[in-house]
C-alpha cells in the first residue's frame, strides 16, 4: 500500500461513509443510492471507490473509463467529427446510452452487468469479463475524471488553452464537438449521481506530475510494457484534458457534497463536508 492509498483511507473512507448514510436516509425507500467521485488521474479515485464499495452493504463501483466506446467507434468518430476522438477520454468518447441503461437496470432493481474496459488492448473487454450482480445493489459507485463536470460558454471555445489545441484543433472544432457532448447527453448521465465526492489535485501541473508517477510505477512493474510515455508525451496527452480539468478545480469545490483538497502528496490537507 502507497502512502497517499493510506491517506486515502484514514482522511476520507470515515466522514464518506457519514454523508452517505445520512444522504441514504432522505432517498425515497428502495432507491439505490449513486456516489460519484470526481478527480484528475491520479488523485486516488479508484481506491477511494474499492474502500467504499467494501464497506457498504449490496454496492459495486463503476468507472466512467469502463464506459468507453469500443475502439472502432472511436475510430470512426476521428474519420466523422475530428481526429482527436480516436484518443479515449474526453466527453464524446463514452456511451453514454450504456450507462444510461446501466442506471436504468439499477432503479428497476433488476440484475446488473457492469461493463469494463480493457486498456491494454484499448478496447471494451469481453462481454465474459463484467461484472455480474444478481442481487439488486443498493450503491453504485460511480468514479470518473470528469464526472459533474459542466460545458464552458461558448464564448471560451474561441481560444485555444494549449498548443496541442492550438496546432491540432485550429478551428476549434474537436473542442465544441466535446463541450457539445458535456452539455448534452453528459448532464444526464452525471444528473443520476445523488452524492459527489471530489478530490481537488493542487493545480494541473500537479496532475501531469501524478500521471508521470503512474508511469514510472507501471515501467517498474513491467519493464518490457509496449509504449511508455516520457514526460513530453505525458504532458502533450495531459493536453486534452486540461480545459475540463481546470474547469473542475475552479467550480466543483462549491458544488461537491464532500471535497478533500490534496496537497501534492496526495495527502488531504483540507476536508469540506457539506450539511445533508
Given at each position: ?19 452517505i ?16 467521485i ?25 468507472s ?12 470512426a ?78 464564448a ?66 513491467r ?54
Open positions: 500500500m502507497t502512502g497517499a492509498d493510506a491517506a486515502v483511507g484514514q482522511d476520507l473512507i470515515g466522514p464518506a461513509l457519514s454523508v448514510a445520512a444522504r441514504r436516509a432522505g432517498l425515497p425507500a428502495g432507491r439505490p443510492l449513486v456516489v460519484g470526481c478527480g484528475a488521474q491520479g488523485s486516488g479515485k479508484s481506491t477511494l471507490a474499492g474502500r467504499l464499495a467494501c464497506q457498504l452493504p449490496a454496492a459495486a463501483t463503476l466512467l473509463d469502463d464506459l468507453y466506446r469500443t475502439r472502432a467507434e472511436r475510430q468518430l476521428a474519420r466523422t467529427v475530428h481526429p482527436l476522438l480516436a484518443v479515449r477520454g474526453v466527453p464524446g468518447t463514452h456511451d453514454v446510452d450504456l450507462g444510461l441503461a446501466l442506471f436504468a437496470a439499477l432503479d428497476a432493481r433488476r440484475p446488473l452487468t457492469l461493463p469494463r474496459f480493457d486498456k491494454a488492448i484499448d478496447d471494451r473487454a469481453d462481454r465474459a469479463a463484467w461484472e455480474r450482480h444478481e442481487a439488486p445493489l443498493h450503491t453504485l459507485v460511480f468514479e470518473g475524471w470528469c464526472i459533474g463536470a459542466r460545458p464552458v460558454p461558448e471560451d471555445l474561441a481560444r485555444p488553452c494549449n498548443v496541442r489545441e492550438r496546432d491540432e484543433d485550429p478551428d476549434g472544432v474537436w473542442r465544441r464537438h466535446v463541450n457539445a457532448q458535456l452539455a448534452g447527453p453528459y448532464q444526464a448521465l452525471f444528473a443520476r449521481v445523488d452524492l459527489m465526492i471530489f478530490l481537488a489535485a493542487p493545480s494541473f501541473e500537479t496532475v501531469i506530475d501524478w500521471r508521470c508517477e503512474q508511469e514510472a510505477a507501471l515501467v517498474a512493474a519493464p518490457d510494457a509496449p509504449q511508455a510515455m516520457d514526460r513530453a508525451a505525458i504532458e502533450r496527452f495531459c493536453a486534452l484534458y486540461e480545459r475540463i480539468t481546470r474547469t473542475l478545480l475552479a467550480d466543483m469545490p462549491d458544488r461537491a457534497d464532500v471535497i478533500a483538497m490534496l496537497d501534492r502528496s496526495r495527502r488531504c490537507t483540507t476536508l469540506r463536508v457539506r450539511q445533508i
